[in-house]
């Protein structure tokens, strides 16, 4: 029997309600918008008052930032603790990082944030901030710092690790862009697993040290 399943339920009901209120944000967010979307609508679609609400989240920006915390940060905080660590070939733990954000990305309730916060952003500084503040501002850095160092020691072959960072995870967010913005995606679905295998093999070919002149 797990902890939580051996409370009185209603303190099961009780420690469940954030997740439940943030799965009603995500729901309004996603079908109309973040915009259009009030605490009041949130809190109808949860089953509490307005008032229950923002004794869980402040604000409307706090859902979102909850949102983004819950689908994305957690992993990506994990992420850079491996990145800041390694020392020698960084392409392991880029394939960890990004077969760890395509198994993530394989429950929709998570894969629908990135493609909201990728709708919503040009529109709102602050969304744009949100993301940026909680998942890029910690992963870039860390993935900057990890390629410089391969380059340093010889491991992959000279790039511009700035760049090239962008080379890494920009196919990603296309290919989420493509599939839940525009409708554009495989036939079996999502398959972001199988971009990641693919994206791989053509990132380890083209990181692979340059062989040296016979």
Known sequence: MTELSALPKFRRRAAERPDEVL???????????FARTT??????????????????FPSKQA??????HRAVASVAGQAVGQMQGHRGDPRPVLAGFLRQIAARMADPA??????LI??????????AAIYRDE?????MPALTGLIAQGVAGGHIRPVDPELTV?????????HVLLARVFAIQPADGLALDRLVENHLTILDAGLAPEKAAS
Do not use: C, M, N
């Open 23 to 33: 799965d009603a944000a995500l729901a309004l967010f996603s079908a109309q918008g």
């Open 39 to 56: 605490v009041a609508q949130v809190a109808a679609r949860a089953g509490l008052s307005k008032a229950a609400v923002y004794l869980y």
């Open 63 to 68: 859902l979102l930032q909850a949102l983004v």
């Open 110 to 115: 998570h894969a629908a944030v990135p493609a």
């Open 118 to 127: 990728l709708r919503e952003a040009p529109h709102s500084p602050d969304i």
């Open 135 to 139: 998942v890029l501002a910690l992963v």
């Open 166 to 174: 962008r080379s890494v995870v920009g196919p990603l967010l296309i």
